[in-house]
């Protein structure tokens, strides 16, 4: 497990195969807003899922690769670095580092 | 000296088209010109949240620090007057010129005002700049009976927003079918089923004849029918006409809003146009003038692309979407009565979709409370989808998956 991760438990989101290619994963953990995972070849990525702009869930939207669109108003955002690529979207998505141990993927708790 | 590019209107037309210029590159200079007092903003919320009691502010499109970092000369509170085509320049109301290279016009719309007895008394509402928005907030949270004349997507969201702060709210509509022009009938008889639920009072077939004041206040509303209603509060939503007065007096071709190509050029060289104001040849081949927000902005994008020489048709995709009570609405591509139609869950389970095909295409979707099958109806839309109507229906079928 990654060392910079020491001070806080790392925290399960899912199995590696429940994570499809354009398919962003939904995952709901105690205490924690809603989390989106996606894939993106054979790399995984977290973010929020509710989008910035609308009372949306990212999950439900159109992942395209590195992007997400909101499936409310057509906003959208870069899924590695949580910029908004399309308006209405302007507030910066809350990304998580995810790490992949065997079949699990994790991500830092975060206490903001 | 550096080329200048003049954006009459800073609405999200005017605004895409700004972010744009710079985003694909352009270092001239851009004059961004607002004929209201504040930063530029959103307006769906204007009917929405913005009517809240103690609701602050309108919604900036950027905040204020956009505009400096981008280099982009914002001047608000500024009418242009005319355009001078053969000495480039914009003539603003004070009588000043401004030096311009090509223009794009993103004047917009202006609410359509009745034209009876009355209609100037006090109380008698409209419903498009975040000052209307205001005025009729405040309004909203001290008057007892409202009349809502013109039962379509504002005049339904002011309905829902009254009811829930207690007024009696009564709906005039002049069809006999309201809010059917938007969502389509089966959709639009499902939201006024609920309007009605929740003690919505409705008047089909039916016009204002004059408004009855006293004081200079409005107090009743008196219908073509006789029926006389008590009113301390009116708010019109009949419809918006293009603002195409700068366009005429510069000659440039005007037929419903200004005429442009898939370049958004006007008939006038250096002219183009964007948003409410214009009138374009959409993505089903339909020359019309779009009021919603996704085609503003696409038009503002694509007239900024095509004025810097890049060659790419602009064929917008209707998509509009209103929240009243518990319902998140959303109208993509094309909805007409008479194409087929396939249905994905009960209507009244107040979460289905409806889906409009045309020669076995997918034209346009009206999607309830369903926000991934919208998702997944805008992307086949866009993608000219043909198929088997029942993988539509099918509640298994997640539509992003059939996308080619």
């Known amino acids: 497990m990654n060392e910079t991760m020491s001070n806080e438990s790392p925290v399960r989101l899912c199995s590696v195969h429940e994570v499809e290619p354009d398919f962003p994963l939904p995952v709901v953990i105690e205490g924690m807003p809603p989390i989106a995972v996606y894939r993106i070849q054979d790399q995984f990525y977290a973010t929020d899922n509710l989008c910035t702009h609308g009372q949306a869930l990212l999950t439900d939207g159109c992942q395209q690769e590195g992007i997400i669109e909101c499936p409310l108003h057509g906003g959208a955002f870069d899924i590695r670095s949580g910029q908004p690529t399309a308006s209405p979207c302007r507030v910066v998505l809350k990304t998580y580092p995810v790490l992949q141990d065997g079949d699990d993927l994790f991500i830092a708790s975060v206490a903001d | ?404």
């Open chain 2, 1 to 404: 000296m550096k080329r200048t590019i003049s954006i009459i209107g800073a609405n999200v037309a005017g605004v895409a088209a700004a972010e744009t210029l710079r985003s694909e590159g352009f270092d001239g200079r851009i004059v961004l010109l607002s004929n209201e007092p504040t930063l530029p903003y959103e307006r769906p919320p204007l009917s929405k949240e913005g009517l809240n009691p103690g609701s602050s502010g309108p919604v900036p499109l950027q905040d204020e620090a956009f505009y400096s970092l981008q280099d982009i000369e914002l001047r608000t509170n500024t009418s242009v007057m005319s355009i001078d085509c053969s000495r480039r320049r914009l003539i603003q109301i004070d009588g000043s010129e401004l030096p311009t290279d090509q223009v794009i016009l993103c004047t917009g719309a202006s609410v359509r005002r009745l034209n009876v007895p009355g209609a100037a008394l006090e109380g008698v509402c409209y419903l498009r700049t975040y000052d209307d928005a205001v005025l009729l907030a405040d309004y909203l949270g001290r008057v007892e009976h409202v009349v809502i004349v013109g039962m379509g997507i504002i005049g339904a969201e002011v309905a829902a927003k009254a009811r829930a702060l207690g007024c009696r709210v009564t709906a005039i509509e002049a069809s006999g079918w309201p809010l059917s022009r938007a969502l389509g009938r089966i959709a639009g008889e499902l939201l006024i089923n609920h309007h009605l639920k929740r003690g919505l009072a409705l008047r089909l077939n039916t016009c204002v004849s004059r408004f009855v004041g006293e004081d200079g206040r409005v107090r009743a509303v008196e219908t073509t029918e006789g029926e006389r209603l008590p009113a301390d509060l009116v708010l019109v939503g009949v419809g918006v006409i293009p603002n195409d007065v700068v366009a005429r007096q510069a000659g440039v071709a005007v037929d419903n809003g200004v005429v442009i190509d898939g370049l958004c050029r006007t008939s006038v060289p250096d002219v183009y146009a964007a948003g409410d104001v214009a009138n374009q040849v959409d993505f089903f081949g339909q020359r019309q003038r779009h009021e919603n927000v996704a085609c503003a902005r696409e038009q503002g994008v694509m007239a900024a692309r095509a004025i810097l020489g890049m060659n790419v048709d602009c064929r917008p995709i209707p998509a509009s979407w209103t929240d009243q009570f518990d319902m998140n609405i959303q109208v993509l591509g094309r909805i007409s009565e008479g194409t087929v139609i396939a249905r994905r869950g009960e209507v009244e389970s107040g979460q289905f979709s409806l889906f409009y095909l045309r020669g076995g295409i997918l034209e346009g979707a009206v999607s309830v409370n369903s926000p991934r099958v919208a998702s997944g109806a805008r992307q086949l839309i866009a993608s000219g989808w043909r198929g088997d109507a029942g993988l539509l229906s099918d509640e298994a079928v997640d539509l992003r998956r059939l996308r080619a």
